[in-house]
């Protein structure tokens, strides 16, 4: 299952670093890429049930979850 993460304040690629980090850091995630751009990640993820502890490891590197989409 591949997921799109709208992501909120992002603004270098050291953030775009913390936020990749914290995605591959969650077990069951793969294939993480993240654009400053587009203000978003997105990711394969084994199970959809991820989704939650995806969003949960974003938001404890300091940064919003704003919207999730397939």
């Known amino acids: 299952m591949t997921v799109s993460i709208k992501i909120e304040g992002m603004h270098c690629n050291g ?5 990749e980090k ?11 890429r993240v ?3 587009a203000n978003e990640l997105t990711a ?10 995806l969003k949960g490891a974003i938001e404890a ?8 989409g397939n």
Do not use: M, Q, R, Y
């Open 35 to 37: 654009s400053i751009e």
């Open 15 to 19: 953030c775009a670093n913390s936020v």
């Open 22 to 32: 914290a995605a591959k850091a969650v077990d069951g995630v793969s294939n993480v």
């Open 44 to 53: 394969d993820l084994a199970k959809p049930e991820l989704v939650d502890a």
């Open 61 to 68: 590197s300091g940064f919003d979850v704003v919207g999730i």
